[in-house]
Nanobody, 111 residues
């Protein structure tokens, strides 16, 4: 069982930045892609960004150019740098590796 713990969420004004971290246990970090999702109340989870074991990244159109995903396999950690935040980025951000999900961290962007 892999335990994932997100951190770095909070309240920020529009245009601001936050850096999310997702740290976990287990040896699967180095052999799996890692994803960041977000979810708002009543909505399905939306894939925001993904990074492969080789560092290839993918981003949703809504965050492209503003968010950057990165990983540190030695620390079993994936990061999401979020810049130029907008009110519509407000959500619970959740990391995922293989079939394992974290609990999420709240990001609130005020206008």
């Amino acid at each position: 069982q892999v335990k994932l713990v997100e951190s770095g969420g909070g309240l920020v004004q529009a245009g601001g930045s936050l850096r999310l971290s997702c740290a976990g246990s287990g040896s699967i970090f180095s052999i799996n892609a890692m994803d960041w999702y977000r979810q708002t109340t009543g909505q399905q989870r939306e894939l925001v960004a993904s990074i492969t074991t080789r560092g290839t990244t993918w981003y949703a159109d809504s965050v492209k150019g503003r968010f950057t995903i990165s990983r540190d396999n030695a620390k079993n950690t994936v990061y999401l740098q979020m810049n130029s935040l907008k009110p519509e980025d407000t959500a619970v951000y959740i990391c995922k590796i293989a079939s394992n999900w974290g609990q999420g961290t709240q990001v609130t962007v005020s206008s």
